[in-house]
């Protein structure tokens, strides 16, 4: 007698992007994007017949908005939703996060550094809207399935996966606009893949600290600090920076000149914000290397990135200012997280 193999079970929360994007035609690859309409996630799903064969499905909506959309208002609903599904009565094995890609990465971050359960969740997106030639939606939407349920998925933090490859939400980010291998974690390398055999399959995991067992915990918060990014380039001034300042920021992260310089024109300002008490990260506008914790910065209260890139040091920095307001300890969340 043989028994009859239980499905896993797995809650996917649409928030729209190019994923969820009816093409007009079959070579509508550009345009879609401000015209074509988006579907909601169990509209989605049922287009896409064959992740139902992967696992006992639960659709969860929550928005069908392309990224450019998101904010971290947004984040912090997301985040309350994701809490919400995996303390349910009949908690999923995983959770898959539908998402456009402009933005994934960071909602992605987001998630890993805020999320106090242990459930994998798997952000997916596609490059190519539904109903085009090759579009990579439908294999995406299956392979972050079969990714959510895997075991081998738990305790490796908030996973991103496309074209095939699973990436840490830490190190990934988009490298190209159109191409189907867009996310690329540039230095460190993919952490596995969802294989042609229908395998998942890994082969490293994040050592940085992330969910569940990092400090930060914003279920029920309403708005995070208002954290900004100033760009590097030859003659820049502090002009930026003295605005963001004037608007409220309460942190600003310089995307500097490498190897986390800031341009002459800059220091001045960035000293005067120092003064006025906002929280000031050196991040670098190179691909790769850590900015380095020099006496220069240190004696200005001034945070080096690490190797975060911009975007990246931008939602450890509003989280840490959740917790603290002490550079040195937001050092320390930078040189762990």
Request: aromatic share 6%; net charge negative.
């Amino acid at each position: 007698m043989t028994t009859k193999k239980t499905k896993p079970f797995v809650a996917v929360i649409g928030t729209g992007g190019t994923i969820s994007t009816l093409a007009r035609h079959p070579l509508d690859y550009v345009e879609y994007a401000d015209d074509a309409p988006k579907i909601e996630v169990d509209s989605l799903l049922e287009l896409v017949p064959e992740v139902a064969e992967q696992a006992e499905i639960r659709p969860v909506s929550f928005s069908a908005v392309t990224s450019s959309k998101i904010t971290p208002r947004d984040w912090l609903k997301l985040n309350d939703l994701i809490h919400r599904v995996a303390a349910s009565d009949a908690p999923p094995h995983g959770i898959v996060i539908i998402h456009g890609t402009s933005t994934l990465e960071e909602t992605a971050y987001f998630l890993d550094l805020s999320l106090k359960t242990d459930v994998p969740v798997v952000v997916v997106g596609s490059q190519r809207p539904l109903g085009t030639l090759s579009t990579d939606a439908p294999l995406n939407l299956v392979n972050a399935v079969r990714a959510a349920a895997s075991p081998n998925a738990r305790g490796l933090g908030v996973l991103v996966l496309m074209n095939g490859e699973i990436q840490g939400a830490r190190e990934v980010t988009k490298c190209s606009n159109y191409r189907l291998e867009a996310f690329r974690s540039p230095e460190l390398g993919i952490l596995g893949y969802a294989d042609a055999d229908g395998t998942i399959v890994f082969y490293r995991a994040p050592t940085r600290r992330h969910a569940p067992d990092a400090e930060f915990d914003v279920r029920g918060v309403r708005e995070l600090p208002r954290v900004d990014i100033t760009y590097s380039y030859a003659g820049s001034d502090g002009t930026a920076v003295e605005a963001l300042v004037d608007s409220g920021a309460r942190g600003i992260v310089c995307a500097s000149l490498p190897p986390g310089v800031l341009a002459g024109g800059e220091r001045d300002a960035v000293a005067a914000a120092r003064r006025r008490g906002v929280l000031i990260v050196v991040s670098s506008r190179a691909l790769g290397g850590r900015v380095l914790s020099q006496e220069s910065l240190r004696r200005h209260g001034i945070v080096a990135a690490d190797n975060l890139s911009p975007q990246k040091a931008r939602i450890l920095l509003m989280l840490g200012l959740t917790v603290t307001g002490d550079p040195q300890e937001i050092q320390r969340m930078f040189d762990e997280y």
